[in-house]
């Protein structure tokens, strides 16, 4: 099994930004696609900003040009740079990763515990 550790986020006026980390850690794990998603209240879980499969990224209209998301392969961490946070950004914000496990040779997916981001004056 593959755990996600999310770290980041927090209370931000408005125009601010922030920066969420997730670490992958796991044993003889491929990562297939890594990314974030994030869900208001009342409203469904919805992709923000991922990697796919062909390394490809994939950002919601909602948010490009003011997020950016990274990684670090070595650390098998991704980052998701927020800058000039709106209030519709608030959000609980979830790390999602699809890997190839060998020893069940299955692709599985995994979910951060999620990070709060709250965007308010």
């Known amino acids: 099994q593959v755990q996600l550790v999310e770290s980041g986020g927090g209370l931000v006026q408005p125009g601010g930004s922030l920066r969420l980390s997730c670490a992958a850690s796991?044993?003889?794990?491929?990562?297939?696609?890594m990314g974030w998603y994030r869900q208001a209240p009342g409203k469904q879980r919805e992709l923000v900003a991922a990697?796919?499969?062909?390394?490809?990224?994939d950002y919601a209209d909602s948010v490009k040009g003011r997020f950016t998301i990274s990684r670090d392969n070595a650390k098998n961490t991704v980052y998701l740079q927020m800058s000039s946070l709106k209030p519709e950004d608030t959000a609980v914000y979830y790390c999602?990763?699809?890997?190839?496990?060998?020893?069940?040779?299955?692709?599985?997916?995994?979910w951060g515990q999620g990070t709060q981001v709250t965007v308010s004056s």
């Open positions: 990697f796919t499969s062909s390394s490809r990224t």
């Open positions: 796991g044993r003889n794990f491929r990562i297939n696609a």
């Open positions: 999602n990763l699809d890997y190839f496990d060998p020893g069940s040779l299955r692709l599985r997916s995994s």
